[in-house]
């Protein structure tokens, strides 16, 4: 049958990413206990499209995805399959996102009680023909803050509110990449307090204190996991966000940083 997909195109314009997106697929996660947690991702694939092609070929990323469908998948799985897309689909560079939510388990400070908290994660590959393979983790930790000018001015307390830091890392060749685990209980070390799906009285009374002798602005936040950050072995590159949602303001408090490490 007539491929029009590879038929030649005239414009000169070559494009830098086209595929698919909104993809949903099972794959399984690694934990850090050894064991490996099912996730329904959410999955972006593209290639770079040389500007004498019309298309690409839409159903060879369904493909080369349906191969790991329901299988462990880390770098290595994800190098492949970017290398397959780079040879299939005649690219020069490609493009694999998998977004995924992950639960990790909590206890409660004081009960005892356990439960699960939901954080939304993202692996990102990319690869480029004759260059080494990237990979970056995205995490999203949400963490209790109070806000220590509320504290200060106020005679019964003071305004907390739930709070956000998405992270993304790099880490250098023959460095292992962070759990997720790990990431997390980073953020909530700097954080005015933890967040826990489950608490009874004792653990509300608990988390409320615990925050309202932490107080931080979001900027302390950011500076403090940034300093976190920075003392990770092997780590090259991350970038941070950290947003307050509120609680007495119509608008979020945000802050921002990215760096490499020598």
Not at 3 to 26: C, F, L, T
Not at 99 to 116: D, I, L, Q, R, T
Not at 195 to 209: A, G, N, Q, W, Y
Not at 222 to 247: H, Q, T, Y
Request: hydrophobic share 35%; charged share 30%.
């Amino acid at each position: 049958m007539k491929d029009i997909q590879s038929s030649a195109d005239h414009r000169g314009i070559e494009i830098q990413k086209v595929g698919i997106n909104d993809v949903y697929m099972p794959f399984m996660i690694k934990t850090k206990e050894g064991g490996f947690e099912s996730v329904t991702s959410r999955i972006r694939f593209t290639v770079s499209l040389p500007k004498e092609f019309k298309g690409t070929h839409m159903s060879r990323f369904v493909s080369i995805l349906n191969k790991w469908s329901g299988q462990p998948i880390a770098e290595p799985e994800m190098e492949k399959m970017l290398d397959e897309a780079l040879y299939r689909l005649n690219a020069t560079s490609a493009e694999l996102a998998i977004g995924f939510k992950y639960f990790v388990n909590k206890v409660a400070p004081v009960s005892g009680e356990h439960s699960v908290l939901d954080l939304d994660c993202a692996f990102v590959g990319k690869k480029s023909k004759g260059e080494n393979f990237i990979f970056e983790l995205g995490v999203d930790v949400p963490f209790t803050s109070l806000c220590p000018c509320s504290k200060e001015i106020s005679d019964y307390g003071a305004h907390n509110q739930r709070s956000l830091a998405r992270i993304n890392v790099r880490f250098r060749d023959g460095y292992d990449c962070i759990y997720i685990e790990d990431l997390a209980e980073l953020v909530e070390n700097e954080a005015s307090c933890p967040i826990f799906p489950l608490l009874k009285r004792e653990d509300e009374k608990f988390v409320t204190e615990k925050a309202y002798n932490n107080p931080k602005f979001v900027e302390d936040e950011l500076r403090d996991l940034v300093l976190a950050m920075r003392k990770i072995e092997g780590l090259e590159w991350f970038s941070l966000e950290c947003e307050n949602f509120e609680s007495i303001h119509n608008h979020n408090a945000y802050a921002n940083h990215e760096e490499y490490i020598e």
